[in-house]
Every structure is written in structure tokens, then in C-alpha cells.
């Protein structure tokens, strides 16, 4: 029952990971030598936007989202999909 904050709109897109694959990815660097300290990005290279995210809550939740609109901030970034294929690479 808690409100949605979204600043800008719904098609606000982002590169969301799923947590287990995060911390598979850090298992990966920590036991592989491959692995040169180095910057990756952990991502899935794919953007879903936050229209989606909300259905998908909605879906699973059986209920109507409450949703808020705010102006979009300065610092705010309307797509951002990050490249993993440094990271693919090596594991």
C-alpha cells in the first residue's frame, strides 16, 4: 500500500540485475585468476522501463500500484544500459 515515487515518467529506462546474479558475479571475481583488478560493469546489457517494473508489482501483488510523479531531477538519467561484455569475457 505504499506510494511509487517517479521522478520524470514511465518510460524512464534502467539495467536492473537480479541480487543472486550479483553476488555470483563477485563469487566469480574473487575465485577466478583470470580476473585482473580491473572496472567492470555487472549489468544485464538490456533496459526495462519503469512502466514494466509496475506491471510486473502490479501483477504480482493482484493490485493497482499508487504511483506519485515528480519533476525529473538534474542528476537524473533517462536510459541507462551498461555494456557487460568486459565481464562476460572473462568467466
Known amino acids: 500500500d505504499k506510494v511509487i515515487k517517479i521522478w520524470g515518467d514511465l518510460n524512464i529506462t534502467k539495467d536492473y ?3 543472486d546474479d ?3 558475479a563477485i563469487e566469480k571475481i574473487i575465485y577466478k585468476q583470470k580476473i585482473k583488478s580491473n572496472i567492470y560493469n555487472l549489468s544485464n546489457s538490456k533496459g ?5 517494473i509496475i506491471k510486473i508489482i502490479e501483477d ?11 519533476p525529473l531531477r538534474e542528476y537524473d538519467i533517462k536510459k541507462n544500459i551498461l555494456c557487460n561484455k568486459k565481464f562476460a569475457y572473462v568467466h
Open 17 to 19: 540485475v537480479y541480487i
Open 48 to 52: 526495462t522501463n519503469i512502466k514494466k
Open 60 to 70: 504480482t501483488l493482484e493490485k493497482k500500484a499508487k504511483v506519485e510523479f515528480y
Open 22 to 24: 550479483i553476488n555470483l
